[in-house]
């Protein structure tokens, strides 16, 4: 097997959970960049028709004229969505606000679970690569905060699933929902689908709540927890409104360092789900 940089095909991971407010975008944006700043080539598809990945890494409306919308609905290549973002190494493919309709769209479309997995295989033949997503090491999918026919289509097309949950009460139930549907994607649409990892978000040490959901979180799914956890972080909270990802705003900060610790584990995982591959 090739190694990457980005020679072999990338690693999708959807980043998901149906509860909003979670840490999904946040952890997409930051995640990615880290990812980024230790050397792997990253894109980010802006799943979410409320476009916050797009916004908070500051790509003005009128560089988002071909979005996500028009890639599953239209079948518009991948290539004429991308853009560049500030960060080196990081591409969007970018969401628009306009497109809350693209969910209806969808459901009458043909192959509708499979519409995002259809446009990253084109856009892989038209590289001319025989399979996977070509010229990056990860592909980040920012899904809404639903388990809607999106979530499905990010779903069908990933690797893995990698589940931030903010460390709240009732956390782990909606993780148990959220398994169900990995399974039941596993079992109709995308065999292949794994569970990448959970990261505990927005973990407040001063909370006896954040510590006692972390500890019952780890005692359910082990070593599939990272142990990176962000923290609660105003600096984090306050990067997307600047247009930036938290590691440019304030690369010192506990939650910037979070995401970093995080990027060095999951770079790790892949060493080692590639080598045992390659073994
Ligand atoms: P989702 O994409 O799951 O809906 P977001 O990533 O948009 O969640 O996060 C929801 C809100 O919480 C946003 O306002 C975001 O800035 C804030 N937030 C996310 N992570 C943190 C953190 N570690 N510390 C402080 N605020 C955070
Ligand atoms: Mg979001």
């Given at each position: 097997?090739?190694?990457?940089?980005?020679?072999?095909?990338?690693?999708?991971?959807?980043?998901?959970?149906?509860?909003?407010?979670?840490?999904?975008?946040?952890?997409?944006?930051?995640?990615?960049?880290?990812?980024?700043?230790?050397?792997?080539?990253?894109?980010?598809?802006?799943?979410?028709?409320?476009?916050?990945?797009?916004?908070?890494?500051?790509?003005?409306?009128?560089?988002?004229?071909?979005?996500?919308?028009?890639?599953?609905?239209?079948?518009?290549?991948?290539?004429?969505?991308?853009?560049?973002?500030?960060?080196?190494?990081?591409?969007?493919l970018?969401?628009?606000?306009?497109?809350?309709?693209?969910e209806?769209?969808?459901?009458?479309?043909?192959?509708?679970?499979?519409?995002?997995?259809?446009?990253?295989?084109?856009?892989?033949?038209?590289?001319?690569?025989?399979?996977?997503?070509?010229?990056?090491?990860?592909?980040l999918?920012?899904?809404?905060?639903?388990?809607?026919?999106?979530?499905?289509?990010?779903?069908?097309?990933?690797?893995?699933?990698?589940?931030?949950?903010?460390?709240?009460?009732?956390?782990?139930?909606?993780?148990?929902?959220?398994?169900?549907?990995v399974e039941?994607?596993?079992?109709?649409?995308?065999?292949?689908?794994?569970?990448?990892?959970?990261?505990?978000?927005?973990?407040d040490?001063r909370?006896?709540?954040?510590?006692?959901?972390?500890?019952?979180?780890?005692?359910?799914?082990?070593?599939?927890?990272?142990e990176?956890?962000?923290?609660?972080?105003v600096?984090?909270?306050?990067?997307?409104?600047?247009?930036?990802?938290?590691?440019?705003?304030?690369?010192?900060?506990?939650?910037?360092?979070?995401?970093?610790?995080?990027?060095?584990?999951?770079?790790?995982?892949?060493?080692?789900?590639?080598?045992?591959?390659?073994a």
């Amino acid at each position: 097997m090739r190694d990457n940089h980005a020679g072999g095909p990338a690693r999708v991971l959807a980043v998901a959970n149906q509860k909003g407010g979670v840490g999904k975008t946040t952890t997409a944006i930051n995640l990615g960049t880290a990812l980024a700043a230790v050397g792997e080539k990253v894109l980010i598809v802006d799943l979410d028709p409320q476009g916050n990945a797009s916004t908070g890494l500051g790509v003005p409306r009128e560089a988002r004229r071909v979005t996500i919308y028009d890639v599953v609905v239209d079948q518009r290549p991948v290539s004429e969505a991308v853009v560049p973002t500030a960060v080196p190494g990081l591409h969007i493919l970018p969401a628009d606000p306009d497109m809350s309709g693209v969910e209806i769209e969808l459901s009458s479309a043909e192959r509708r679970s499979y519409r995002l997995r259809d446009a990253l295989a084109r856009n892989a033949e038209d590289a001319g690569a025989s399979s996977g997503v070509t010229g990056y090491d990860y592909v980040l999918i920012d899904c809404p905060p639903s388990l809607n026919l999106l979530t499905v289509n990010a779903m069908a097309a990933a690797d893995a699933v990698l589940v931030p949950l903010q460390c709240e009460f009732f956390a782990l139930e909606g993780l148990t929902q959220l398994m169900r549907t990995v399974e039941l994607v596993r079992s109709s649409l995308n065999p292949r689908l794994e569970i990448q990892g959970v990261v505990l978000t927005m973990y407040d040490r001063r909370n006896s709540l954040s510590a006692q959901v972390a500890a019952d979180v780890r005692a359910h799914f082990g070593d599939k927890v990272y142990e990176a956890v962000i923290p609660r972080n105003v600096r984090v909270s306050e990067a997307p409104s600047h247009g930036k990802p938290a590691l440019i705003y304030d690369l010192k900060c506990a939650g910037s360092q979070a995401y970093l610790k995080l990027a060095r584990e999951v770079v790790a995982a892949e060493r080692r789900r590639r080598a045992a591959l390659a073994a």
